[in-house]
């Protein structure tokens, strides 16, 4: 590996260590759904997220908020000696993917069939510290 190459890949793993993240694949509802709710939480701190999460009305929510939660326990694990109330965690990105799609038929009159879509997403959440003071020290 050449040096340049080397100080990059340095530099890229310095600026990922205040990030973390989780992924949900294959999760069995439609990534429009999943959009309409991960819009939400996007950009906000992790408390008023959970928050949002927690309170509401649609079904992907609740794996949102797990996924979420799955998120901001990778965080404490690779920053053992941080605070989470200190570090001012934010959902830095969230993405939703489409995923692998079931593709099934329903009668339709008249000898014909109409095709059903079963549809799946992928989700990555990436949490990121407002606080850069655990970076710096």
């Given at each position: 590996?050449?040096?340049r190459k080397r100080e990059r890949a340095e530099q890229i793993?310095?600026?990922n260590k205040s990030l973390a993240f989780a992924k949900l694949n294959n999760c069995p509802t439609s990534p429009r759904k999943m959009r309409l709710v991960a819009d939400l939480v996007r950009g906000e701190k992790i408390d008023k997220a959970l928050n949002i999460l927690r309170f509401s009305q649609k079904e992907a929510s609740k794996k949102l908020e797990?996924?979420?939660?799955?998120?901001?326990?990778?965080?404490q694990q690779k920053n053992t000696e941080g605070d989470l109330e200190e570090a001012g965690l934010f959902v830095k990105e969230i993405k939703v993917d489409g995923g692998a799609m079931l593709k099934r038929l329903r009668p339709a009159p008249q000898g014909r069939a109409h095709r059903i879509r079963k549809r799946s997403n992928h989700v990555t959440i990436v949490l990121g510290a407002s606080n850069?003071?655990?970076s710096n020290s």
């Open positions: 590996m050449g040096v793993k310095e600026a797990k996924l979420l939660l799955s998120a901001i326990n990778n965080w850069n003071t655990l």
